[in-house]
């Protein structure tokens, strides 16, 4: 095994990783549909897509360790003699088995995703379940509307989010693919990335600061059907 083909793997391992996070979030979705449609969070199916949450959580968690692993056993043998390299692949394997026999279903379960896929499915029942019944502690129809394609809008590109993203620190949202290139572009310069809404004293934004919401994403979607522009 050689050092080219470790960072290969490497690269491999952090792409399937991004892939697991993607077909989470799809799961979570899914989920959200169901929701809609049954008014509850304690069908069959749901308990079924909390599973595949689970499994999903205990996927990217073994891709965690065996990453640990490999870049803790590759920096040792960055600093031994050449024949070291021979016994990587069972030092690696080694180290990965401590690493994921540490790993508890309590760990699995703390996963960012798996929390949110809990979260989002117990507030979106709770607005199934609750509608507003009194039209007097409802806006106007016209200035919900009007208010509702205002706070789609993202401050970035100025239109209608696709997959909107909070900012955990100010509550700000932003499209997904617009923040993380301004993200990007502005690390590649070493300048620091403001929050784009007037007034926010956020003047660091990182993308470990953003995460999808799937309620309003569904809200958005929702209001294109009603609107028929879908």
Known sequence: MSLSSVNSTLSS?????????DYMDMVSDVALGIVEAQGMENSPSLKKLGEMIM??????????????????????VRHE???AMVNLRSSVKDRF?????????????????????KE???????????????????????????QSQTNFICPLTQVEMVNPVKNKKC?????QEAVLEMIKNKHKN???????????G?????ESDLELDLIMKRMIQNQKRQSGKT
């Open 13 to 21: 391992l952090k792409s399937c990783q991004a892939d697991v996070g």
């Open 55 to 76: 499994e999903c959580s205990r996927l990217d968690s073994e891709i965690n360790c065996l990453v640990e692993s490999v870049n803790e056993m590759t920096a040792q």
């Open 81 to 83: 003699p050449p024949e």
């Open 97 to 117: 088995t401590d690493l994921i026999a540490g790993v508890s279903d309590s760990d699995l379960r703390r996963h960012s995703k798996v929390v949110a896929f």
């Open 120 to 146: 989002t499915v117990r507030k979106y029942a709770m607005q199934a379940q609750n509608p507003a019944e009194n039209e007097e502690e409802e806006l106007d129809e016209d200035i919900a509307v009007t």
């Open 171 to 175: 509550s700000h949202y932003y499209d």
């Open 190 to 200: 070493k300048k620091k990335f403001r929050c784009p809404k007037v007034g926010c």
């Open 202 to 206: 956020n003047t660091d934004v990182q």
